[in-house]
């Protein structure tokens, strides 16, 4: 067992009655508390507006955890519940008065750790009530308040300004914690080990060498039953403005300094600063909308995006994008970043490839290298994390025929070591004071204003809609924008 490494603290959820706590943060709590990161004394306070009393909030927060261990249900048995509103300074009261137990019955200092499950639109009363009941300092000197933030974090580049105007009039942003549990993936943080812990890779990371770079993150699955949450998304706003700009911004990014929250934040917003506003003249040169309907997944006959439930039958929302971005810097600067996202793709999978230019001269002539492709690196975020590198390699035989094949690193072949998936990760850094895998207030603004500008050429009801069939790799329109450019997307 490990020594608890969280100080006394109390986790207080904002949506505790939702989805995404029962399915994602208790069962990360569990593994925290069964793996000893967290202190004996460890608690949470739910907060929404189901009613519910201690007892019933204990039991289906115990039972939200399959097969969870004697030291789960021990733990929830400390968990406490208030069922109110948002904007009612009664809840706020209420919850004064609950963390206020609590801090006596841990000995005097009880961190706070809000975390915002609750819908986007909720977060500015969230904030504002947090501030007027007082509970956005620490009660006690040497103790912590800090408030998580999920994603997205507002809605286009004024709305996420505004947000932060709010955000920081009651706390400052070394208490801010905006989530993306993409960051928390153990392989998204290799993509910096990559990089930055080895001497090979750097010198052709950049325009001499790559020709062009590919993120592809696809889903398999549909909207499911988050019809009515997607209408108001879109894969613009679920996917492309955080996970995506994300892991470019990783791809992108320069050396940084120190491997701590300023130093890489800084090399992050400088990658993504980089990054070139879309104008609305090519938009649609750039940048495919599409949106799948009825087809096959996975063998299964599905329905198309509009009879989905809580979806409009005449929605226009993508649920795929496909963009050409552009980078204005020495390293970047004339080659050409596609990315595309979806649901409904053949497979669940995300990775970035990095394509490298082809050989100045091939001296084999071309029957004899007809399977030979320029150099590849593939970095496989999920699944079956890994890299692949693509690389010619002679065929046996009397003709010196060549072709492409690969060197594959398969992670969990090489580390046996136990790690912490995404939330894991991230609600033990955030209980632990360290901003590194969170988004800073200017990341999140470089992000909207990348992304901005699709969102208003997509409120365009004229702007394409390009539908593409359940299962397939999405529309023939994002084929068609890379065979322009003379490439293709990869096949994975
Ligand atoms: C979430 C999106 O942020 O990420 C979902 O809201 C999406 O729509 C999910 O399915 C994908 O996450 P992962 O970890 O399965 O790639």
Known sequence: MNQPLVPPSVLVIFGASGDLTSRKLMPALAELIDRGFLSPQFSVVGVARTEMSDDDFRNRMATAVEGSPESWSSATARFRYITGEYNSP?????????????????????????????????????????????????????????????????????????????????????????????????????????????????????????DHVEVTVSESLGVGHRGGFYEEAGALRDIVQNHVMQVLALVLMEAPVRMDANGIRNEKVKALQSVVSFAEHDLEHRVVRGQYSEGLSEGEKVVGYRNEEGVAPASD?????????????????????????????????????????????????????????????????????????????????QAFAVRTTSMDFDYDEQFTEEDLDGYERLLLDALLGDQTLFIRSDEVAEAWRIVTPLLNGFADPDFPLALYPAGTWGPAEADAMLQRDGRKWRQP
């Open 317 to 397: 929302t993508e649920t795929y994008v496909a963009m050409r971005l552009t980078v204005d810097n020495w390293r970047w600067a004339g080659v050409p970043i596609y990315v595309r996202t979806g649901k409904r793709l053949p497979k669940r999978l995300t990775e970035v490839v990095m394509h490298f230019r082809p050989v100045p001269h091939l001296a084999f002539g071309q029957k004899l290298s007809k399977k030979l492709e320029p150099n590849s690196l593939i970095v496989r975020i999920q699944p079956d994390s890994g890299i692949s590198l693509r690389f010619g390699a002679k065929i046996p035989g």
């Open 90 to 210: 009664d809840t706020f009261a209420r919850l004064k008065e609950i963390l206020n137990e609590l801090e006596v019955s841990m000995g005097g200092l009880c961190n706070r750790l809000y975390y915002f499950a609750a819908p986007p639109s909720t977060f500015p009363t969230l904030v504002q009530s947090l501030g007027a009941a007082g509970l956005n300092q620490p009660t006690t000197a040497g103790g912590f308040v800090r408030v998580i933030i999920e994603k997205p974090y507002g809605r286009d580049t004024k709305s996420a300004a505004d947000l932060d105007g709010i955000v920081h009039a009651v706390f400052d942003e070394t208490q801010v914690y905006r989530i993306d549990h993409y960051l928390g993936k153990e392989t998204v943080q290799n993509l910096l080990a990559l990089r930055f812990a080895n001497l090979i890779f750097e010198p052709l990371w950049n325009r001499q060498f790559v």
